[in-house]
């Protein structure tokens, strides 16, 4: 049963959404560890509240296209996660599939979008690598074989320079659940 890691973010009611998704994971799955909350500034569109961001490990037997459409979709439909034009509106929920194990390559999200895994974004933003690293520090990215703590520090260093500030802030103050620290 692969290890599978997904990543949550909220900007809209995110102290009941970030920790109700986690819960509604707990209830349709086998989470095995949860990262901090990670408060980070919005991407694209600026004129937004600031999103909560975690990461959830989990075993399952679904493929990723079941995760998506029967635990992912039913997520976001129970938190009343509304897709605008702008991929980077403001958001009750946002759940992705990061990591599936080792594999590497497309599959069909229902929605009539393909995605990849492992999800670009993992090699992007440190607001989804801090939380991914988190949980698998030692573990390498499938595709670039960099180890997933490098990845986020390197992140966080790259857009620390770039914008001259941090992008984001770990909120020892939240408890999630069962954290796994780094």
């Known amino acids: 049963?692969?290890?599978?890691?997904?990543?949550?973010?909220?900007?809209?009611?995110?102290?009941?959404?970030?920790?109700?998704?986690?819960?509604?994971?707990?209830?349709?799955?086998?989470v095995t560890a949860v990262a901090p909350i990670y408060e980070s500034a919005p991407v694209g569109l600026l004129e937004q509240p600031n999103f909560w961001n975690t990461?959830?490990?989990?075993?399952?037997?679904?493929?990723?296209?079941?995760?998506k459409q029967e635990v992912i979709g039913v997520i976001e439909t129970t938190l009343k996660r509304v897709r605008q034009a702008d991929p980077n509106a403001p958001r009750t929920i946002d759940a992705d599939i990061i990591l599936y194990g080792d594999f590497v390559g497309a599959y069909d999200g229902g929605d009539g979008r393909t995605r990849l895994l492992p999800d670009p974004d993992l090699l992007k933003f440190p607001h989804v690598a801090i939380p991914v690293a988190n949980l698998l520090p030692d573990a390498r990215h499938p595709v670039t074989g960099e180890r997933l703590s490098d990845l986020a520090a390197r992140l966080l260093t790259e857009i620390e320079e770039k914008m001259g500030v941090r992008p984001l802030w770990k909120h020892d103050d939240i408890i999630m659940g069962d954290h796994h620290a780094a």
């Open 1 to 30: 049963m692969p290890h599978v890691v997904i990543a949550l973010g909220s900007n809209i009611d995110k102290e009941h959404n970030l920790p109700q998704a986690v819960a509604l994971l707990r209830q349709m799955g086998d």
């Open 55 to 67: 990461a959830v490990l989990l075993q399952t037997t679904l493929t990723p296209t079941q995760l």
